[in-house]
């Protein structure tokens, strides 16, 4: 029986390998694909030559008016019949700013904007248009640990605050530095792994919410707002990394994301899967209170949820 799988951040990188993947591995998957611009029809045209069944809607991530319209866009099409039950979301897309003062158009810091209230409101937009079993997938990374085995000294650690603040620019220190950029995306990685854990409280019996962690992986893109010197590094000098132990390829990193979705990947729900099993996220990531004030910041920033 068909049904609709929903992803972001599938146009490069990992997402692009785990779309292509998902297709195979599922046929009767309807994969919708959110993208700015002609990225997500370019490739859902492209997917759409071996039969798949690919549609793509216009979003951009950095706006909440964007992201809760292409929501709407998927439940009326659920509604009217053109797009088959909702089974799946895969939550890939994500930023690495190098400062904490670049802003989202709604006022909000970039990276805090898509890597946290992006898919805070897809889900919450959609929340009722689930049928179980169903599967969400938040593409999270080992920088929230913040320690030198998971990062390797290429990420400074998270420093947690109060949601509300870390949500607006300049809420680290020296902001307009690349550390600031940097603590800025492993905190949000470390909020995306508390929604996780609130998630699989909130939401309804059956649908499984899921934390994976890809691993250091060279070359997704993820950087392509930084500056021209981080992008020449991160393009030309990193992907050597993929020869040595501590990185992914992005095919392997891909299929292990495919994996996860297709429930090929054993992994309840709350759960965090490191590449290719379920793990342990890191100590500071369990923390039940922390978690209910993230939910009340994302659901005050990103709502209504009626429509």
């Keep these: 029986m068909s049904h609709t799988v929903i992803m972001t951040g599938a146009t490069r990188g990992l997402g692009r390998v785990a779309a292509e993947r998902i297709l195979a591995g599922s046929p009767q998957t309807h994969l919708v694909l959110l993208a700015r611009g002609g990225a997500g029809a370019g490739l859902a045209e492209e997917l759409s030559r071996d039969g798949h069944a690919v549609t793509s809607i216009p979003a951009d991530l950095l706006s909440l008016g964007s992201v809760r319209g292409a929501a709407d866009e998927v439940a009326h099409r659920i509604d009217g019949g053109t797009l088959p039950p909702l089974r799946g979301l895969v939550g890939n897309a994500g930023l690495l700013y190098t400062d904490d003062v670049t802003q989202s158009p709604d006022g909000f810091e970039a990276t805090f904007a898509v890597n946290v209230l992006a898919n805070h409101a897809l889900v919450r ?7 179980a079993p169903s599967r ?3 593409t999270v990374s080992d920088a929230h640990f913040g320690d030198f085995r998971h990062n390797k000294g290429m990420m400074p650690g998270p420093s947690w605050q109060d949601p509300a603040r870390m949500a607006r ?16 995306y492993a ?17 309804p019996p059956g649908i499984d919410v899921i934390a994976y962690n890809p691993g ?16 020449f590094v ?21 299929q292990q994301l495919a994996d996860v979705v297709l429930g090929r ?25 922390r978690e209910r004030r993230l939910w009340e910041v994302a659901e005050e920033l990103t709502g209504p949820f009626t429509r």
């Design 125 to 131: 937009r959609l929340q009722d248009r689930f049928e």
């Design 136 to 138: 969400i997938v938040i």
């Design 169 to 184: 620019t300049s809420a680290f220190p020296r902001p307009e530095s690349t550390t600031a950029g940097g603590i800025a």
């Design 187 to 203: 905190t949000s990685k470390l909020a995306a792994v508390h929604l996780v854990h609130e998630y699989a409280r909130r939401l």
């Design 216 to 231: 250091f992986v060279p070359g997704t893109g993820l950087s392509r707002e930084a500056g021209a010197a981080v992008r």
């Design 234 to 254: 991160m393009r030309a000098v990193m992907p050597l990394a993929t020869l040595t132990p501590i990185a992914s390829t992005q095919q392997e990193a891909g």
């Design 265 to 289: 990947t054993a992994a309840g729900s709350g759960s965090y899967v490191d590449r290719t099993s379920e793990a342990r996220s890191s100590a500071e990531s369990y923390d039940a209170e």
